[in-house]
């Protein structure tokens, strides 16, 4: 799923019992959220959904101290039958509002790494009846991805 700055997120995930049967934790389970790998201090609402199954949720908002691009994962403790369980169980990148833009209008065109370092942009396929519209070059330095128009 493809969430933006701003948006609510959610994760509905489901816990089970020993044998595999839907079970409820013994409390409600607790949520964190991972922003770029390290723990946030946004709060995560956990609903219950019925035997088994819970909603997860939190806002991704600038006040929250979120930006677009933030890689954020949602992870969940929880104690079943006296046992602890846990883990993440969603992962996102926060898109800007820029790339739904460009997303949207690159809709029915296809992207290729045509070699290493570059991607064509065609209009339909590339594999003859496609128009090349684009060609950008991608240079990864110290971790950070730019990409020019050549």
Request: with cysteine; net charge negative.
């Amino acid at each position: 799923m493809s969430y933006r700055l701003g948006d609510t997120i959610h994760a509905a995930f489901r816990k089970t019992d020993a044998t595999g049967a839907a079970a409820d934790a013994d409390a409600l389970p607790t949520g964190a959220v991972l922003q770029n790998g390290v723990a946030s201090a946004t709060a995560v609402t956990i609903v219950d959904r019925g035997i088994g199954l819970y909603d997860a949720h939190f806002d991704a908002t600038v006040v929250e101290g979120f930006a677009a691009g933030d890689a954020i994962s949602i992870s969940i403790d929880a104690t079943i039958g006296g046992i602890a369980t846990g883990g993440v169980i969603s992962d996102c990148v926060l898109a800007s509002a820029l790339e739904e833009v460009v997303t949207a209008l690159l809709s029915g065109w296809t992207i290729c790494d045509s070699a290493v370092g570059t991607i064509e942009v065609y209009d339909g396929d590339p594999a003859g009846t496609g128009v090349l519209l684009l060609t950008l070059t991608h240079t990864t330095v110290g971790g950070v991805t730019t990409r020019e128009p050549t």
